[in-house]
């Protein structure tokens, strides 16, 4: 049984996780952390992590970047791996989360699920058949209670492209302040929040006289929740290093 520790318990995904987690036989979650320690499920918990009395195997964090951040500390010196799913972290942050997983295994993904994770591979096919003759432009849509944009897998997708483009590109938020036609070397990025949108994100590769779009919708929080316990299961036992949805899906 493998015993999972949950940061972020209270929030949204995860209460969809400890929900999720009760369908599967060998994952139990044993213990929560949250600002609001109001006990939702059939586990404690705390507001801090190092008060703690539960034996726990593996952390999912669904929370906030400074919460990410705090139960990295705890699982550095507690030596559990740990599946970061928070989004929105600054260049500072993201480095605090590299040089973590020099000390213990850091499954990291903007996205948990199976899908985006094979749009990312076929944006970079489109690229590199299309080449730099087409535009590229990234949409994203989520629910109105969203802190941060743009969304992560935004940024992911617009980094997977980037990867096989030699780092060509620049990214772009906001065109409102620049008076100009657009360049070759730019990916525009931009958000729509609204309602309960689940998250959907579109690649648009707008050529001469032919567009072309690869979307992925989410219908629901389940499949993030699934994806998250599976990497929970891939990482427990795994060495010191940053691992992702691309070494999960390859050892399936
Ligand atoms: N990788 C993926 O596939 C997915 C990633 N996400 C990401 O996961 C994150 C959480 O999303 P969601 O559940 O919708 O957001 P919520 O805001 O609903 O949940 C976040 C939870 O973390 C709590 N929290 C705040 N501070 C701390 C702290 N110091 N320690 C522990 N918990 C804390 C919040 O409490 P309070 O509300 O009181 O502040 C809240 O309960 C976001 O970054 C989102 O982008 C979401 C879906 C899929
Ligand atoms: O906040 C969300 O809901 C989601 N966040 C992730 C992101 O920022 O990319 C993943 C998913 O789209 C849902």
Redesign the pocket.
């Known amino acids: 049984m493998l015993r999972v520790l949950l940061n972020g318990c209270n929030g ?2 995860g209460q969809v996780v400890s929900r999720v987690a009760k369908t599967y036989d060998d994952i139990k979650v044993v213990a929560g952390v949250d600002l609001n320690t109001t006990q939702n499920f059939d586990y404690p918990v705390y507001s801090n992590p190092f008060q703690i009395k539960e034996e726990f195997d593996v952390i999912i964090d669904f929370s906030l970047p400074e919460a990410t951040l705090t139960i990295l500390e705890f699982a550095k010196a507690t030596k559990k791996p740990v599946v970061i799913a928070t ?2 972290f600054t260049s500072e942050q993201k480095e605090k989360i590299i040089k973590a997983a020099t000390e213990i295994p850091v499954f990291w993904s ?2 948990m699920s199976l899908g985006v994770n094979l749009v990312a591979e076929l944006i970079q096919k489109a690229y590199r058949t299309l080449g730099s003759r087409f535009d590229i432009e990234i949409i994203e849509k ?2 109105n209670q ?1 802190i ?1 944009a743009p ?4 940024l992911m997708l617009a980094d997977a492209i980037n990867e096989v483009a030699n780092n060509s590109y620049e990214y772009i938020y906001d065109r409102h302040t620049r008076r100009k036609k657009r360049s070759q070397n730019e990916i525009g990025i931009f958000s729509v929040r609204g309602g309960t949108i ?2 959907e ?1 579109s690649v648009i590769f707008a050529g001469p006289d032919e567009i072309i779009e690869i979307k992925h919708t ?1 219908l629901s ?1 389940e499949i ?1 929740a699934n994806g998250a316990i599976k990497a929970a299961m891939f990482i427990a036992g795994k060495s010191a290093g940053i691992y992702n949805m691309k070494d999960l899906i390859n050892s399936m």
């Open positions: 949204k995904m989004t929105g903007a996205n989520h629910h969203k941060d969304s992560g897998t935004a689940v998250g994100h989410a929080k993030f």
